[in-house]
């Protein structure tokens, strides 16, 4: 006779009729494959843990976006925030769908030239640039984003020295009646510094001012900080013109559109409480058609989109390693995936599907990493059902910032493969090892040898 | 370990502490092991009766059964 399959006994109390800390039920389906691709399969052929994107859900989720937008606005450009996923593969899907390329530090912009992007379609942005970054993205023909006005001043005289005209925008940082508002980056508003900013740059005639950016957080919840960013950057543009008679040709309204993940402590649902991309063009593009445009041509509307556009596209696959019991009764499970890789955890309550079939029977606990270290929790409250050493987990929606902000801390990085339109697996980023790790340690001669007793 | 005598056990699994007002669900094989319980086999039957009807090893069971031994003392479910 064949024997039944197993589960860990367990037994839950009922709290009859009221959602608890533990969310909804929402983690309650295996997830057993991914575009097709079997989790097991995936698992025993590039090991645990794994990232792996789908290249579906990318284009689908950047046409979804894209056309929220252009359905409403003729002249909408995306352009790749590489820091919120910069693996190459990844990257190149993006810049296949047309998206220019946003960087932040001289090593983002090379990578965006090696993939092939022309220097004229990226973007810089950020405090850090270096004489050299600036000098390349001068050369380029690069669009750059002036930070602050040491930045301008510097940029004044590599542009004397080179004797080449940059194009370049100002960031605008305001208040766009969302707290806290980020006026750390780029130029004031309110308060004039974004005026004072573009009378030096259009007086001081060695460089075109041809767009204006901001970008005004990110996981923005209200549509509408983007209506009113996008009045007072249109309204900038307009007087521009009329004081100058110059033309701004573009309004980069950044990124922060928020992702369906679940913001920790809070009680609703992401893909609840989220804006959908609609609402975000709907804010955007009526807000620039009701400005004072009308007499000039409308300025390019960019967008440097990034969590929102990679968030769903992205899973992490792991295992389960031992379950335990805390003091409290509390059921815990150590997974082979922390905070390492998955920095998301400090801001989401991922989501995280079983990927093998289970009753509909569930524990409430806690979920932690295999890091020797307290902060490693991936989520501290959360409804499973009971898994076992070995078993199978899929955490969702993991695209953004963790391919980018992973840590190479106690234990390596893992493989990350891509599954195409066709589902076939592409290897797109190898683990790291140990020989690559000490690849860039050198031992100083008199360390090279010990003795212990 | 012994099952409280005036626990309340359905048939779905549902079980009712009419002492407290705490009412709590199972998973078929806790349904199982609880109607074992209830049936005064001690551990080692019951180990035997899972062992030989579910795939499973030894230690897992063993470390499982201690577990929810535990829980079921927790919820007042149990006695030693
Ligand atoms: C200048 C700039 N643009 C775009 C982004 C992408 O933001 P998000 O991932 O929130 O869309 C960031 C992220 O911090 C940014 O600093």
New interface residues.
């Given amino acids: 006779m064949e ?12 709290n ?1 009729g009221m959602m608890n800390k533990f969310g909804t039920r929402t983690e309650y389906n295996p997830v057993t494959h991914i575009d097709g691709v079997s989790v097991k399969e995936l698992i025993g052929q590039y090991g645990s843990p794994l990232f792996v994107i789908s290249e579906r859900t990318i284009r689908q989720t950047y046409q979804d976006c894209k056309r929220a937008f252009t359905n409403r606005y003729p002249r909408v450009q995306m352009a790749w925030s590489y820091k919120t996923n910069y693996i190459n593969a990844v990257c190149n899907v993006f810049h296949q769908e047309g998206s220019w390329a946003e960087v932040v530090s001289g090593f983002e912009y090379n990578k965006a030239l090696q993939n092939g992007v022309p220097g004229n379609k990226i973007i810089f942005n950020g405090p850090d640039k270096t004489d050299n970054d600036l000098k390349l993205a001068i050369d380029h023909n690069s669009l750059i984003h002036i930070d602050h006005l040491d930045e301008l001043y510097r940029l004044m005289e590599i542009t004397k020295e080179v004797n080449k005209r940059p194009r370049v925008a100002i960031r605008v940082n305001m208040d766009t009646g969302v707290y806290p508002m980020w006026d750390r980056f780029g130029f004031n508003y309110e308060t004039g510094q974004a005026w004072d900013a573009i009378n030096k740059i259009i007086l001081n005639d060695q460089m075109d001012l041809v767009g204006l950016h901001c970008h005004i957080g990110t996981f923005m919840l209200t549509a509408n900080a983007y209506a009113i960013a996008a009045s007072k950057l249109a309204d900038l543009a307009y007087h521009i013109h009329a004081k100058f008679n110059k033309k701004i040709t573009y309004i980069d309204l950044g990124g922060g559109f928020a992702s369906k993940n679940t913001l920790r402590g809070s009680y609703l649902q992401g893909n609840v409480s989220s804006p959908s991309f609609d609402d975000y063009a709907e804010a955007i593009c009526s807000a620039l058609l009701n400005a004072e445009y009308s007499k000039q041509e409308l300025p390019l509307l960019i967008l440097e989109t990034g969590r929102a556009l990679i968030d769903d596209a992205g899973s992490l696959c792991g295992t389960v390693l031992a ?1 335990k ?1 805390l003091s409290d ?1 509390r059921r815990a499970t150590i997974m082979d995936f922390g905070v390492n890789i998955l920095f998301t955890s400090f801001w989401y309550e991922h989501k995280l599907s079983p990927a093998q079939e289970f ?1 509909h ?1 569930t524990e409430d606990g806690v979920v932690y990493g295999p890091l020797c270290m307290n902060i490693d929790v991936i989520r501290e409250n959360i409804t499973l059902p ?1 898994m ?1 050493k070995g078993d199978n987990v899929v955490v969702h929606s993991v695209g953004a910032y963790n391919m980018t902000q992973w840590m190479q801390f106690i234990a390596m990085r893992p493989n990350v493969v891509m599954i195409d339109m066709d589902s076939k697996v592409h290897l797109i980023r190898n683990k790291e090892t140990l020989e690559y790790i000490n690849n860039i340690e050198e031992m100083p001669a008199y360390l090279k040898e010990f003795t212990l007793s | 370990m012994k099952i409280k005598k005036n626990i309340a056990i359905s048939e779905s699994g549902f079980i009712f502490n009419p002492t407290t007002g705490d009412s709590f669900s199972t998973n078929p094989i806790g349904f199982e092991i609880i109607h074992l319980l209830k049936e005064d086999k001690n551990k080692e039957e019951i180990k035997q009766t899972i062992l030989s009807r579910y795939a499973v090893d030894e230690s897992t069971f063993e470390k499982d059964f201690y577990d929810f031994s535990t829980l079921l003392q927790n919820s007042q479910i149990a006695e030693e």
Avoid: D, F, H, M
């Fill in positions: 024997k039944l399959r197993y589960e860990r006994p367990v037994v839950k109390k009922l009859t379950n019991r009764g009753s029977y009971p076992k």
